[in-house]
């Protein structure tokens, strides 16, 4: 029974499947993929790939007898993504297109818009996009970190409504089927709870570095959003006949009611907030029950040195009641905290927006630990 359908989809690849030796590309489990992604086209639908192994692509030529240090990783992965992408082409009569980004470029709005917009324009021209981690820029703080969590940030601004992770594993288990050979692969899940993160046990394969935990943070990412997440043993050829079918081969984590707009989704999961604006009764009341946007008359105190474009947290107390993007450096915040918007002028020497974060801009936190 068909039990999976999809329009438009992010696949993300791990680099266990692109070089399973660690040290340079390979074809070895490519090809079913390949077919799929090509007959999915041929059917009307779209793909877009997200592909690991560009620094186990290039460990053979960057060859260290001691843990690799940031720049040889850099250099690996600066040699390998080339060998990536033309691993990936020689499947293809359409072209594939180079995407590298970082956690920074999907922080910053007009960044984000330029994907959003390039990535169309990719689908419209028919192109295969690939996405990977630009590693040879990124260090820690500016990067997504791992794969599975950047496949989920490409679903989300390619607004896909399916994200597969194709890893060495059929899906998520009962318990770790290395050690449990009681353990059963795990069909469907229909909420992520803390017991199915408890399920996801510890780190990845020595080539990537994602484990299960990475691959159920993207699933409860795109769930959340509306998008439907498949984890598949993407080593094994029959799941993309499987797939092609509309059956389930792996774990489908269902997607969940999408009540949030994509606006509010890339505020709530892709923004880090750069500082806090901490806020009176009276302006907590207006933004959480009336819709009202933030005005300097109900701001208190404003911690962080954040700029104009920022996400910030908008606090009262302890508690985080929402998170927007401020429309004022920290510095004139702290000018105009506590004043009415018609004093902004003087204060400032310069005519800012009435204003401080607009309603627009703005998503209520239900959860106080997003
Ligand atoms: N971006 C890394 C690479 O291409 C992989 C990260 C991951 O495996 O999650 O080598």
């Known amino acids: 029974m068909s039990n999976f359908t999809w329009k438009r989809a992010v696949i993300k690849v791990g680099s266990a499947l692109i070089a399973p030796d660690g040290l340079q590309v390979s074809a070895k489990y490519l090809l079913p993929i390949a077919r799929f992604i090509t007959e999915s086209r041929a059917a009307g639908k779209e793909v877009i790939l997200v592909s690991s192994g560009s620094v186990a692509a290039g460990r053979g030529r960057v060859m260290v007898n001691h843990t690799a240090s940031i720049a040889e990783k850099q250099a690996m992965a600066a040699i390998g993504q080339t060998q990536m992408m033309a691993n990936w082409q020689r499947f293809f009569d359409c072209p594939c297109a180079q995407v590298l980004l970082t956690a920074d470029d999907l922080r910053n709005r007009t960044r984000y818009v330029n994907i959003k917009n390039t990535l169309r324009e990719l689908l419209t021209h028919q192109a295969l996009p690939i996405v990977n981690e630009n590693d040879t820029v990124a260090v820690a703080e500016l990067k997504v970190g791992d794969n599975d969590n950047l496949g989920a940030y490409t679903a989300l601004v390619a ?30 899940v229909d909420t992520i709870t803390p017991d199915i993160y408890a399920l996801a046990g510890g780190a990845g394969t020595a080539m990537g570095t994602g484990g299960m935990r990475t691959k159920i943070e993207a699933a409860d990412k795109c769930t959340q959003s509306g998008i439907q997440t498949l984890i598949v043993n993407g ?41 806090s604006i901490h806020v009176d009764d009276g302006a907590t009341k207006a933004i959480v029950n009336r819709g009202a946007s933030l005005l300097p008359s109900g701001i208190t105190d404003v911690k962080g040195r954040f ?35 018609h004093q902004i002028a003087t204060l400032l020497g310069f005519a800012g927006s009435e204003v401080v974060i607009h309603r627009d801009d703005l998503v209520l936190l239900d959860n106080p630990h997003l």
């Open 159 to 188: 607004q896909a409504d399916t994200l597969i992770i194709c890893s060495d594993i059929d899906g998520l288990f009962t318990a770790d089927p290395r050690k449990d050979p009681t353990a059963t692969l795990i069909p469907k």
């Open 235 to 275: 080593r094994n050829g029959n799941v993309f006949d499987r797939l092609l079918k509309g059956n389930n081969p792996g774990t489908l984590f269902s997607a969940q009611r999408s009540s949030q707009k994509a606006r509010a989704l890339w505020l709530t999961h892709t923004l880090k907030s750069k500082g």
């Open 307 to 341: 700029c104009a474009g920022d996400a910030v947290e908008i606090k009262n107390g302890s508690q985080t009641i929402a998170k927007g993007l401020v429309l004022y450096d920290a510095k004139d915040l702290h000018k105009i905290k506590g004043q009415k918007s």
